[in-house]
């Protein structure tokens, strides 16, 4: 399997090659020039494996350079009933991503997939232990070192960083916009004391931390002398991580090859998502993928419009779904490329466009870029907008009618899955986090705490290890080079 650039000037790699960076050489995001085609007859085979022989499974089509008995110790290693131990009390963590049906009535089946069961009680956890099992193995096989360097809007660096924390060969230098997490996300990532784990709050929005790993990752006379590595959903890895999750849902709803599934999902910087749209594209039989945003409604105008307009920092909301607060999805050009039919070229004026004048439109109209807009409906997008009243009402709803508490990016989820369920497909939301980590919102919506999981109880209390900085990429560049000593 063989990996090229969305943006066409960067010559094909193997998974391996790929594994420990980020955006290509030419600035584009890296896509497997075939998507490898999955039969009927693996999937019947599939429903009887275990989370981490899917796992194996999936990942071997796409990682064909690692030797396949290496590459299955990594997920045996990596999915089991002890890393996800933080399942409901009524689910099993032997399962890795249970699912709950919380309607079933008049046709129409609406499901929860549980995925925060990992040690940081976010989606996360799922591609991420396996990206720092992976990366430990790379490393050691290559006796080479890597400082990863990444940005995070809540979830991304608390996963990332439990899953590095303690890798021979590895530092974390991770950015997150200053004072605009949840207490429990700031205190997960910030009270790490590990010393290979640097954290960084900037002053500004995600997306001015997210333009800083850009600029440290196109540079890469800089990159390369410092062992710039990347674990932001642009790694390829950890989105085919991602992609396991969609078969096993799909499987574990159905009894047959011929049922269809449709999936909402909370998105911001469309990695998860994008994950569902590459199961799609490998065969699985995906109905309906719906995109739910929440008052940062880029994808949702994308998706209802044709016409994907970024948001200045002062025009990007701080919401209390905040690992959502995104106004550039730094994974959406995986998906425009192929809605594109492969043309590098073609993509490449139109990211462009997005740096100079801040997007493009794809609707059709006169004076747009393109009739794109048209084929979306093939690829089965859809999407949605939730706001923080109906986050609380979700909320409210879901407690009240199935005796379950929700995170309030779930709750985005739950919102507009029920504006897009057909009778007759089962739609399955991906839940994103534990409601805990979000706590404030619970209690203003519920009057009461969200419960904690062992372990976690007094974790606002715990000392805190960060720098604020602001959004200057050469103070950044001193910062990493003083740290590493490279």
Not at 42 to 53: H, I, M, T, V
Not at 316 to 340: C, G, Q, Y
Not at 355 to 369: A, Q, V
Request: hydrophobic share 40%; aromatic share 10%; proline share 3%.
């Amino acid at each position: 399997m063989q990996y090229a650039s969305t943006r066409g000037h960067a010559a094909a790699q193997n998974f391996s090659e790929i594994l420990l960076g980020g955006l290509a050489p030419d600035g584009g995001l890296y896509l497997p020039t075939a998507y490898p085609q999955i039969t009927g007859a693996e999937l019947d085979a599939w429903r009887k494996l275990s989370y981490a022989g899917l796992a194996f499974e999936v990942l071997k089509k796409f990682a064909t350079d690692i030797p396949e008995a290496n590459l299955k110790a990594l997920t045996d290693k990596t999915y089991t009933a002890d890393v996800y131990k933080n399942a409901r009390a009524d689910e099993s963590a032997a399962q890795i991503t249970p699912l709950r049906v919380l309607q079933d009535k008049a046709g129409r089946k609406l499901i929860l997939q549980a995925l925060s069961n990992g040690p940081t009680l976010a989606f996360k956890d799922m591609a991420m232990q396996l990206l720092g099992n992976l990366f430990e193995y790379t490393l050691a096989k290559n006796h080479a070192e890597l400082n990863i360097f990444g940005a995070t809007s809540g979830d991304t660096g608390s996963a990332a960083e439990y899953a590095m924390r303690g890798k021979k060969g590895i530092r974390v230098f991770m950015l997150s916009p200053h004072k605009k997490m949840s207490a429990f996300q700031t205190a997960q990532m910030f009270s790490l004391q590990d010393p290979n784990i640097f954290n960084i709050a900037v002053e500004g929005v995600f997306d001015d931390c997210q333009d800083m790993v850009k600029a440290v990752s196109n540079d890469l006379e800089y990159k390369n002398r410092q062992k710039i590595g990347t674990v932001n959903s642009i790694n390829w890895a950890r989105v085919v991580a991602q992609v396991v999750y969609y078969f096993r849902g799909y499987l574990s709803a159905t009894s047959s090859n011929d049922q269809k599934v449709s999936f909402t999902v909370p998105s911001g910087n469309f990695g998860n998502i994008c994950a569902g749209h590459i199961a799609r594209m490998m065969g699985l039989p995906i109905d309906k993928l719906v995109v739910a945003t929440n008052e940062n409604d880029v994808l949702d105008e994308f998706f209802r419009t044709g016409i994907y307009r970024v948001r200045k920092s002062a025009e990007t909301w701080h919401t209390t779904s905040p690992s959502m607060d995104i106004s550039k999805a730094s994974n959406f050009e995986r998906f425009v490329f192929d809605l594109l039919g492969g043309d590098a070229k073609r993509l490449a004026a139109l990211f462009k466009k997005v740096e100079t004048e801040g997007g493009f439109d794809l609707s059709g109209k006169p004076g747009s870029d393109g009739d794109e807009f048209k084929k979306i409906a093939a690829f089965g997008f859809e999407s949605g907008k939730s706001v923080h009243a109906d986050r609380l009402q979700t909320i409210r709803q879901v407690e009240e009618e199935f005796g379950i508490t929700i995170d309030t990016h779930t709750a985005d989820g739950i919102k507009v899955a029920l504006e897009h369920i057909a009778e007759g497909v089962p739609m399955i939301v991906l839940e994103t986090a534990l409601p805990a980590k979000f706590n404030e919102t619970i209690r203003e919506a519920l009057d009461r705490d969200a419960e904690r999981p062992a372990g976690f109880e007094n974790i606002e209390s715990l000392p805190q290890r960060f720098e604020v900085m602001t959004a200057d990429v050469q103070a950044m560049k001193a910062f990493i080079a003083q740290h590493t000593g490279l």
